[in-house]
């Protein structure tokens, strides 16, 4: 959660607050305090959700739902599945949510968060903003709730593995740029010039912490050095490449120069070939190799897609 603010356009709430509380670093929590001057008469809620790819990019709407008739919603008891893990899921942020419905004067909620769950890991990266609209039957705006997001990439381990034939000095580190950002170091030797290198690239995906790694894909012998110069018009790996050269200023020298290098600040920048993941636990693997050795250099990266919201 990046932002939180209320609207209040209705006489029924006398006094509100909502804000942001640094629960932890990494996850603000909401508050919202209201009181409440009579019992509403079957409360309703609608939300409304917009994504913009970049902070300064055009929202578009992305879903409407209107007319949740939230008190019957909360009490059923429904054999349908998909619903009942819905009801468990959104009580689980609001745990006494059913105070809206039974209650008038003060009502609060605090410390909430967003748990993760299926149904955001089908959103892809960039900024959010939720409204929850509040009405019921004698008034059609009791309050509106405005909830800002992004969604993240976060490295929380970085190691390497090298041939002695290729690469005399290896060291893989992960630095502190920011709290919220730590970004990778590397630095190698290379004893000859590998004119052509190719990457074999196989990302790991996992829900859960406790979860085990599945492969998602295999990039195969990528021909990266043939790619950077032209040899190769193959336009998905040329935009890549092009992604990589962002992150790597001077990766281009690998397929020409031999001797030490050193690549610092690595991170992720927003991008399309990020996006496209779902939340969650990832460990990717790059391996790096030619005709004359099959294992030069190999990379673990361990990352978590994380949603601030």
């Keep these: 959660m990046t932002k939180l603010e209320c609207e209040v356009l209705s006489k029924t709430i006398s006094s509100h607050k909502c804000y942001l509380r640094a629960y932890n670093r990494r996850s603000p929590s909401g508050n919202v305090e209201i009181f409440l001057e009579r019992k509403p008469v079957n409360v309703k ?11 300064d ?10 007319n949740i008739e939230i008190c019957k919603f909360i009490k059923v008891t429904s054999t349908d599945l ?15 949510v059913d105070q ?35 009405s019921d039957d004698l008034e059609k705006n009791i309050l509106k709730v405005f909830i ?3 969604i993240n990439v ?16 290896c060291n893989c580190t992960i630095r502190a740029y920011n709290r919220r950002s730590p970004v990778m170091n590397a630095d190698f030797i290379y004893k000859r010039i590998t004119d052509n290198l190719k990457i074999t690239f196989r990302p790991y995906h996992k829900l859960q912490l406790e979860s ?22 193959n336009k998905f790996f040329k935009t890549v490449i092009d992604w990589i050269r962002t992150i790597l200023p001077n990766f281009d020298r690998v397929c020409t120069h031999k001797g030490k290098f050193s690549f610092r600040n690595i991170t992720f920048p927003d991008s399309p070939f990020v996006k496209v ?15 004359l050795d099959d294992m030069i250099f190999q990379a673990l990266v361990n990352l978590i897609f994380t949603k601030q919201l």
């Design 154 to 169: 976060r490295v929380t381990k970085f190691e390497c593995k090298t041939s002695k034939k290729t690469i005399s000095d």
């Design 45 to 55: 809620l609608a939300i409304s959700g917009t994504h913009k790819l970049t902070k």
């Design 100 to 134: 809206i419905c039974t209650d008038k004067g003060q009502i609060s909620f605090y410390n909430f968060t967003i748990p993760e769950s299926p149904y955001l890991m089908v959103l892809p990266n960039g900024y959010y903003e939720t409204v929850y609209t509040f």
């Design 82 to 96: 998909y619903l009942k893990a819905f009801i468990e899921w959104f009580s689980s942020i609001l745990k006494d």
């Design 57 to 66: 990019g055009i929202q578009k709407p992305i879903f409407n739902v209107e």
């Design 277 to 291: 993941f779902p939340v969650g636990y990832y460990m990717a693997k790059f391996i790096a190799h030619d005709e």
């Design 212 to 233: 085990s790694y599945k492969q998602v894909f295999e990039f195969e012998g990528v021909e990266i050095c043939k790619i950077m110069k032209g040899a190769n018009d």
């Design 148 to 150: 800002h997001a992004k």
